[in-house]
């Protein structure tokens, strides 16, 4: 059985066709190339649908379902109801899709909850019915498998762990609330905490490394840290207690099969890894429990969220 | 179809025969009296379920199923891992009953995982398939239906949301963490936090309230507020932030058609839940989303265990 997967970025639209070992046999790509009208976008899903599909030497009536993941919210009748960076306000996605593909099980889902399920089933989840993935990138993204199913909620706009407050009255958050996880265990939160270490220490190797690098990143301090750096080892071993606070806090409701860290701070490694999995050993509920959930590195890289488009199910 | 529905607890073991309207047509009570061994516990389980099948008029072969709830985890095979009130330790509960009553379809659930699916099938979630429990007692329990079903994770200890840190670093809590929503948001947690203000402000009505009810209890800084005390008062608003806080976790992670407030602090009914709606509807992720989680009270009391567990399904 075939599928077409979606992943509709700010960059680039992506999709593959792919098999029931959830492997993509064909892939095409066109830019985005926002801003453009909803139809205009979708004239061009459709195209490299059509693309992919030619390139598996398949046609539609192949094709047992197709999914689309989607920034911002999907609802239930596949409309998206509002994603920022596409300027989409209510573009009725499923019904595009149908008219322009010709077939007609169509889903649409959030691409986080898609890179997600991807993972789940056919990445670093081995097929765990019960997942969980983080993204440690510009934000803190998530999504939540349980049951094999994703969890979004009765208005589909669930499964947002980073906007959970793990320091009541905190940093502030892009989202309006103070002391969000995300405001501390993303990217751009390790960023400012680095920057906030170079003020305070400005014998740092890390002002070093800055000006190498043209900038601070993500791997300032981790760079930092290996070079014995204190103020880089001072600046990781908070940023990987913040990030195992909200973690543990997920193994503490969910108790899933696998956790999966993605996203630009999950390079990092097992120096990423190793670290959390302490925490959460002698900090879960309940410790003496003999299952415990595995932490392990996301696999699929950009494949995952058009694998698990291709998984989607009504 | 008639089910029985066992609530094991530390005090009292009650059981009933419950309806397809999820009515309880006949129920039965005795006294735990712990410390007794395994054996005699189930054995008055059986006798209880009985004395409600006799009153209800009923044999066992009327019964389609048999559910226990019970404080610890039980596992997928039937057997309670741990009971720490109940001093049990990997008793095999399902096949204990199994025996002593001779019906097949046995189910052993966390109570307060029966109790959530109790409120959501037959009390104020009516029905609701996507549903949050908080309990606010001596501790905050919680449980979580998502999709009908109970969410407990792949070794059944899930459903901790209490054990969830929102204040890194902050009050230790009794599961061994630092800031948990449980040392904020429970009733003990209301108590420390009145008499931490009644230390602080020796002039409050608090002092004489406290003294007319023998103790400080967790109404009596909203009886202080009630009568205009400036120290009750902001008890109040800020133990209310602390419950809201962790609910509005709650709704960005699962947005629930209902969350269902539980335990002692909920007899302050919409005293508590009108300012709780208020903080969810200005911080919830998103703002725009129109559907949003109803928070109600509690409605089953002592009952939406014993339900819950007749509920239970493999």
Redo the contacts between chains.
Sequence with gaps: MLRIGIDLGGTNIVAGVVNDEYEIIAKAKTPTAIPRTPEEIFDDIAMVCKQAMAEAGVTISDIYSVGLGTPG?ANAEGVI??ANNLGFDHVPAKEMLIERLGCDKVYIENDANCAALGEAYAGCGNG?K?FVAVTLGTGVGSG?I??G?I???????????G??????D?EPCT???KGCWEA?ASATALINQTKAAMEKYPDSVMHDLAKEEGKVSGRTAFDAMRRGDIAGIKVVDTYI??VA?GL??LV??????VICIGGGICNEGETLLRPLRRYIE??R?????????KIVRAELGNDAGLIGAAILEG
């Design positions: 919210t109801e509002y765990a019960d939540i349980v049951d199913k969890v979004s909620g009765t208005n589909r706009a669930g499964g947002e762990c906007h959970s407050v793990i320091v009541v905190g989202c309006g609330r501390y207690k913040y606070c543990i806090n503490n409701i969910f108790q899933p099969e002698s900090e509920y309940s410790v003496y429990s003999k299952i415990q959930s």
